[in-house]
């Protein structure tokens, strides 16, 4: 709190940090890993460069290699201290007179872990004219597909600029999205059978751990959605028309997420209801056993206490045929209510097949 | 996740591609199937094209038809990936230094099949300035009316330009959501006086349905509804003034269909709630009868057990009157609760007839 | 579903077409009915007319009112094929080379009818350069409070020019609205009473009905509100700047019975929440009279009946006074709970007067 | 319905007009009531009027003012015909070939009576360059406190223009809503006193009275706001810049009575699920205790009920230590099942206290 | 009501006032206390100076702080009359012919006290050309962090212009909102596992509790974003383009805070619904031994009654085997009612282990 502004500060579980650096043009790609206390390239000619760091815990290195492209305090500060929202920004700093643009997206990766817990990591993308900077929180190489589609001679990826090449980053990280989805969806739906069948306490807990994967999800990509919205909206230098096209397509696809996000998490607060709906329903045929077993053997009972009465004067008990009477009218009384309950549908299926 | 853009991909259920090829003008009108292997025909003079593409699993034609019209890739991507959420949108190319444009639109078929469940069918449409290429997912030939429509000399789909084309068939699109909201209609009504006379835990089941069926209709209408709206909007190259009219009018007609799937929604909603409402009703009958039964009775019961006891010394056991007077004790105590239970509306229809 | 758009169809309900001719200008008016197959007038000089239409039947009628206006195919259709969504458009078409505006105002009478239902009628009016044409569902001569206004002659109605009888026409529907909704005023306030004091499953059914006609009415209002919103935000060719402020005016009153609207809706709302309170809290009190009732009689027929028991060493049964101190016994227990229960405030008012 | 634009009608309970006429620029002030039948005074050299009309049954009085200060006769309706919809308007108006602005303001001043209930009265003025009109229902003479500002000789209102004295009145009533949100929340508080320690259903009532307070403020200020955020967004003829900036302060002080009003609603609505909450807790208090006691005393009488049969051959009944050994069974049951319910948490605090 | 604007008074528990000059620069920093009669500095050359106000009650030396520094009589107000809705706004004002800009930045610290509470306090920044005056509610020395961090030589806070200084004091207190929503959350955690497993009433309470404090978080951030985020649309004097991109991470950050905040306010309501759910199946499981119990003994406690009654010819009365038998048939019904129930899943895990 009031600490200066772009001030570095390493989490305790930052990972060590570790920097590839690719050299891509249309002729030739070289790709090789870079040393924490070596020089930091430039990009050369019209070779773009892509700086690919892993891990954020050397913040000496990540402080020079801030400096050594004239990132600016701020991006930098969001890019090391995660997580940030996601967001696409544009930076103008003027150096020699001559306006240098920069920018910043913050984008999120989600996937499951092997545990079932939703896990999310920050992808900090700096666009230069000429190169890309990528950051990852951690040390999984989960970039090595796009790394992957720069080494054919004819990709896309070498021909196009280094605006490119962020565009191919964030549409991995939106693609990413689909999967998790599909299998919440899978989930949600199980869920929903055994929630018909057999409502049980456990069974909100999973529905609430939906939810918070859910809210988890929207608190990455409704932002990522604004962003993107906001830089189609805009005219935007460093990227090209051409590219245009391809963000606007990612910007399709991160709608249409947040829209299937938006129906999982209607249909999350749904069977909460049906939860409660069918947990009402099997509360009511509770009661309603309840009340039959006691409408129909309380009145009995009452006669067999009227008969175990020691009045000295009772008639009845002297009738030889008393005895075998009154069964006969207990099983009659018994056998209206039992048709009495069958008419308003509490035992059996009803009259109406109710 | 990470494939390169423009990657088209055929689902298991792709159906085999057919192609009919229709060219018309003012002066005439041709109408044959395509071969798989044939040349693509170009459209020539004033007449306009339209390919009628139908099934999706040719991949290798899909792709020739799209570089035959310079269809762009992510254009392509959208047709052949199915389902993408509708959209209309321009794409701009430089072919010899000369601006070209194209549209794509992406609505949704929405029919009942003969299961009663909702399916849904993407149209794409991708309109040049002297063609009209439509794609299917099935077989089915949904389009027919509209190329009937093309038959008659003095048909405005022949005199007016390729967007009229356009226009007509996703005018066919729209009108199509008319008779799916009639038949919800219909069911919510029925469905609306069966939870009034008895709510049973399988109605809840076809509310969730419904409910279901209408989130379908509107993440198809929705996005329409922005698509058009957004067109209207802003100038839009290959679309003629007179044919805006036309589309306006179509943007009425999904406006409408759009607030009546909102108040289907809600009425859905309402009905979940008088379903819970009519149930705890139920429920509340169920422990009036218990009451009303456990009150009457305990007390008689006790009474009749005070004297079942074994005291040598009961005096009232000895009367000769004291069985008819403790019978005649009971019925008066039983009345008196029984006109008790009936003030207070509990049983019968109660004194103010409530 | 694909058919051509302005194809004109008169549903099974629609009644004879019947026309008024009202020719009116600064110095007189005249006002005949005009025979189906009598020749159209024209507005002459500075006179304008107005064409007053009641009932759709008569299709080939309203074709050849349209080709003799002028009317847009679309807005004729709008006109006949009702119900339409409440609209305000203008249709630009040029004829001789010069550029004519017509405007069609799609609006919605709403009225309790004898049964109680609300009934929805649609008036449509065209409005020209020179003339106005209204169109009505039904017979009913609902616009003659209108009509009455023009005779007198020092009319605003006649000094004014089309744009402000088209104009009076809005503004009396709109004004129809105010007493539609003192009379759901009235019933929710009476169903508020019924519901605090006899809380019953048919009053449930009175609330659904307020709140599908507040729907109903908010489904007209809604967009006629929108519709004039935008009216007065662009500058409209036809309609004069005097009339724009009184067109300013029903826009306000529009505004005033939205918002009125949406406060009876919340109050249906609230209304169905106290329903279900008011019914659980007799819930409450039913459960605690069975408690009451239960708790004082099982103990002491738990105590009759052990002494009712046939054990041969039971000492207590030959004490002399065992049975009066046993019913002393009884008493003082029932009386321990009475109190209990009344602290508890589950009988009477409870030590708290709660 | 139907009735001409601009039509003056007095309700039914409007109170006498009475007019006071005050005369004031920076040297003097002078402060007389007019007779209904006197000369209307206007404004004269630098000097401001001010018209305070308080009671609208005098129509013909009204009607002369409006006359003889040109007001447009739809804002002379507005001021009239109460209630309107609050806002602020600007007429524009032609005399000789000079344009002439006014504005409309309808603000609504709302107090507690001293029966309790909200009582709302309708605040117009009519602003113009040199005079200012104000119109209210009633007698009582709110506006004194403006009134009595007027008479000091450093008197802002005395050297600024109308249109100060125009924004004195407005902050006057604004100021006005204070106390009353001041009221609420007191009232409010002890609610949710009374409900977490007595839940009953007259506080159900209580609370829908403050809903519809809330209400009924929130519609008296959400248009207010609406009309000055729209007055400060456009430039407006006769408000100067000074003046500007002390409207932009009413409007902060609205827009915060705004929010207040909003999370006294939130307040209201969490009120009613407390009230849910606390009263189904009790009950689930009371089929705690109804469960302990059937549970319990069930068995037991069972018991009593075995021995108490009159099979001739029940070897039991002769032991002479069968009597009191199956009381001490039934005093461990009934400790048994006590422990139970106990360890269940369901009678006493239970072992974890809760 | 109806007084003065611009009117300052100080409230009842206002704190003395303690003022503080700073003066500083990129050569020096003075600090040193202002005594209350003590001539009011001036900003010279270069050199910025901050005012730091802590305490409002000695209304003269604010008055005479105002009119010093040339403060807007309606900001002065907005200072002293706490609290104030937040916001950023700007005064221009006119001397000598010359526009001067004022911004004044109303904003809140919110922070836990020791009793657990959440404590609100009013900054206010007044910003002008070379100065910063600031105003707090209480003597706590709040702004020391930022005025230590003055002291370095190479100091961006004294390179840069007041603006930055404004700044950094802003974005002081919205990093402070950071540890609070931390607490929150933790309490949150707690909470939700006392809920599933032991829900009682005083949960209740503290959820509100946390809405409450979730609620006074909102009304202090959402303003503050409003009030940056129009700040950073429009141009504005005073800011340059430098400070303004930190102004934009401010804003950023407030825009997280105030996603978090309703994603924790959608928790609470998520947990109270939850709280309804696990206390609902309480309900069930308390209904389910009750109804048990009574199925089981209500059954064979009539059997006993049977044979209880006093009839002189209850043939099986005689038979030796009679009572065993009965013994035997009643140990029969009960245990297959136990099945009949466990087979229902109402007691032990159910056949499908539910």
Redesign the interface.
């Known amino acids: 709190?009031?600490?200066?502004?772009g001030t570095l500060t390493a989490s305790d579980e930052a990972e060590p940090t570790e920097v590839r650096a690719l050299r891509f043009g249309a002729e030739a790609v070289s790709d090789e890993p870079l040393d924490a206390s070596a020089e930091l390239p430039r990009p050369q000619g019209h070779d773009k460069l892509w700086l690919d760091v892993r891990g954020l815990r050397n913040l000496e290195l990540l402080q020079r290699i801030g400096t050594h492209f004239r990132v600016?305090p701020?991006a930098l500060?969001?890019v090391v201290n995660v997580p940030?929202?996601p967001?696409a920004?544009v930076?103008e700093q003027t150096h020699d007179s001559a306006k240098e643009y920069q920018y910043l997206f913050i984008f999120r990766f989600v996937a499951f872990d092997t545990s079932g817990d939703l896990a999310v990591e920050q992808l900090s993308v700096i666009l230069g004219s000429q190169f890309v900077l990528t950051f990852l929180e951690n040390h999984d190489d989960l970039l090595s597909?796009?790394r992957k589609?720069l080494h054919p001679d004819d990709s896309?990826l070498r021909r196009f600029g280094a605006d490119y090449l962020a565009y191919?980053l964030l549409?991995?990280v939106v693609?990413?999205y689909?999967?998790v989805l599909e299998r919440i969806a899978e989930q949600l739906e199980a869920l929903e059978d055994e929630i018909?069948e057999?409502p049980?306490?456990p069974l909100?807990?999973k529905l609430?751990r939906h939810?918070r994967n859910l809210?988890l999800l929207r608190?990455a990509v409704w932002p990522e959605r604004e962003a993107l919205a906001s830089l189609l909206r805009h005219p935007s230098p460093l990227i090209h028309e051409e590219t245009k096209?391809?963000l606007?397509?990612v910007h399709?696809h991160i709608?249409?997420i947040a829209?299937v996000i938006e129906?999982y998490r209607?249909l999350v607060g749904?069977l909460?209801?049906?939860?409660?709906?069918?947990?009402?329903?099997?509360?009511?045929e509770?009661?309603?056993?309840?009340?039959v077993?006691?409408?129909i053997?309380?009145?009995?009972?009452?006669l067999?206490?009227?008969?175990?009465?020691?009045?000295?004067?009772?008639p009845?008990?002297?009738?030889?045929?008393?005895?075998p009477a009154?069964?006969c009218a207990m099983v009659v009384i018994a056998v209206a209510m039992l048709i009495y309950f069958w008419r308003r549908?509490?035992i059996g299926k009803g009259p109406?097949g109710?």
């Open positions: 709190m009031g600490a200066r502004p600016h701020l500060e969001d940030q929202r967001k920004e930076y597909p796009v589609r896309r191919a549409d991995m693609d990413g689909y999967p018909m057999r049980a306490a909100l807990k609430q939810k809210l608190r096209v391809f606007r397509d399709d709608v249409q829209d129906s209607d749904e909460t209801n049906t939860y409660l709906s069918v947990s009402s329903n099997r509360m009511n509770v009661m309603k056993l309840l009340t077993m006691t409408s053997f309380i009145p009995l009972t009452f067999a206490g009227v008969y175990g009465m020691n009045f000295q004067n009772i009845e008990l002297k009738l030889p045929w008393a005895y009154l069964l549908g509490w109406s109710d």
